[in-house]
């Protein structure tokens, strides 16, 4: 099979598509032909050799893929082949087939196209695990979403609207985060040096009850001046860097909470967990329209490095897709 291939001390700063074995499923795994994969952040680190991929999964680039069922391994129930389906994974997305644990597939709606459906698994689950089960968003809480153009960011505005939040968008361009109007985002703040009192004052002072910071570094300090008192903050991104220099007495004086959350290293058990419960509240919403995939850009596989290259360089609105199949996705 055609797979972008794994990051190699080698090569790398090179991104290469070439043949590799086609996967066999195990107990509780199902394999699929892939039709789109979707890019994330952490695609790029992992193929710096900055993020390897966690024990026994493939070494192949690649957390989240929509195709059709191909083949059933040994005690999977509830699927059949030809089932289009969308897939959380460890790795091996970026590839023409992959296997994955049955608990980690959600049927695609029959409104959604197989190429949006790869971008929605990393960025549902993403928002879901951070807002719901890390976060403990209520209704009519505030939640300031900082990176909130990216592919997590564009989906977790919709899922706090579905949650009863209120949004609060932050990033650094200004004409992006208008875009986000479209997604029923009202309040917007650019990442600049007035970032804290801009919030404050939508909040009436008060500051927000959540954050999803996709972003920290040295913006981790004004987002903890935004926080109201017991506020919490869910860490999932490091893009504007690994470290940041924090004014501990804030976190004592507000009684603040900093939670730092993955998601791929979580066990195969726990994403099932987490899967069941996004997809009972989710799927019904992408089903009608409540909640939208949002694509920026399509490549196909043999042009993988231009795809790594616009996630990178060209900040896109939403997720970049690679369209992995032999035959175009349905």
């Given at each position: 099979?055609?797979?972008?291939?794994?990051?190699?001390?080698?090569?790398?700063?090179?991104?290469?598509?070439?043949?590799?074995?086609?996967?066999?499923?195990?107990?509780?795994?199902?394999?699929?032909?892939?039709?789109?994969?979707?890019?994330?952040?952490?695609?790029?680190?992992?193929?710096?050799?900055?993020?390897?991929?966690?024990?026994?999964?493939?070494?192949?680039?690649?957390?989240?893929?929509?195709?059709?069922?191909?083949?059933?391994?040994?005690?999977?129930?509830?699927?059949?082949?030809?089932?289009?389906?969308?897939?959380?994974?460890?790795?091996?997305?970026?590839?023409?087939?992959?296997?994955?644990?049955?608990?980690?597939?959600?049927?695609?709606?029959?409104n959604l196209s197989l190429e949006e459906a790869a971008a929605i698994p990393e960025a549902a689950l993403t928002s879901w695990t951070n807002l719901v089960v890390e976060g403990g968003l209520r209704a009519g809480e505030t939640v300031l979403v900082t990176g909130a153009t990216s592919g997590i960011g564009t989906f977790a505005v919709q899922m706090?609207?579905?949650?009863?939040?209120?949004?609060?968008?932050?990033?650094?361009?200004?004409?992006?985060?208008?875009?986000?109007?479209?997604?029923?985002?009202?309040?917007?703040?650019?990442?600049?040096?007035?970032?804290?009192?801009?919030?404050?004052?939508?909040?009436?002072?008060?500051?927000?009850?959540?954050?999803?910071?996709?972003?920290?570094?040295?913006?981790?300090?004004?987002?903890?001046?935004?926080?109201?008192?017991?506020?919490?903050?869910?860490?999932?991104?490091?893009?504007?860097?690994?470290?940041?220099?924090?004014?501990?007495?804030?976190?004592?004086?507000?009684?603040?909470?900093?939670?730092?959350?993955?998601?791929?290293?979580?066990?195969?058990?726990?994403?099932?967990?987490?899967?069941?419960?996004?997809?009972?509240?989710?799927?019904?919403?992408?089903?009608?329209?409540?909640?939208?995939?949002?694509?920026?850009?399509?490549?196909?596989?043999?042009?993988?490095?231009?795809?790594?290259?616009?996630?990178?360089?060209?900040?896109?609105?939403?997720?970049?897709?690679?369209?992995?199949?032999?035959?175009?996705?349905?």
């Amino acid at each position: 099979m055609r797979a972008v291939l794994p990051w190699r001390l080698e090569i790398s700063g090179a991104i290469a598509v070439g043949d590799l074995p086609a996967p066999v499923p195990g107990p509780g795994e199902v394999r699929l032909r892939v039709a789109a994969a979707g890019l994330n952040r952490a695609d790029l680190l992992q193929m710096r050799g900055q993020y390897p991929p966690p024990p026994g999964a493939s070494s192949v680039p690649g957390l989240e893929c929509s195709g059709e069922v191909v083949e059933l391994g040994a005690d999977v129930e509830g699927f059949r082949p030809g089932d289009r389906v969308m897939a959380l994974l460890a790795g091996g997305g970026q590839a023409e087939e992959v296997v994955v644990p049955a608990g980690q597939l959600m049927a695609v709606p029959a409104n959604l196209s197989l190429e949006e459906a790869a971008a929605i698994p990393e960025a549902a689950l993403t928002s879901w695990t951070n807002l719901v089960v890390e976060g403990g968003l209520r209704a009519g809480e505030t939640v300031l979403v900082t990176g909130a153009t990216s592919g997590i960011g564009t989906f977790a505005v919709q899922m706090i609207r579905e949650l009863g939040g209120k949004v609060i968008a932050a990033a650094r361009s200004r004409e992006r985060l208008e875009r986000l109007r479209d997604f029923g985002v009202e309040q917007m703040v650019p990442l600049d040096a007035d970032y804290p009192r801009r919030v404050r004052e939508l909040t009436a002072g008060r500051g927000v009850d959540l954050v999803l910071d996709l972003v920290a570094g040295p913006w981790t300090t004004p987002t903890l001046e935004c926080m109201a008192e017991r506020g919490r903050l869910i860490l999932v991104g490091l893009t504007a860097g690994r470290r940041a220099e924090v004014d501990l007495g804030t976190l004592l004086r507000n009684r603040l909470h900093l939670v730092g959350s993955v998601l791929r290293a979580r066990p195969a058990a726990e994403k099932a967990e987490l899967v069941r419960g996004f997809a009972e509240f989710g799927l019904p919403r992408l089903g009608d329209g409540r909640l939208r995939a949002v694509v920026d850009r399509l490549f196909p596989l043999a042009e993988a490095m231009a795809a790594y290259a616009c996630l990178e360089d060209q900040r896109p609105l939403g997720k970049v897709v690679l369209l992995c199949g032999a035959e175009p996705a349905s």
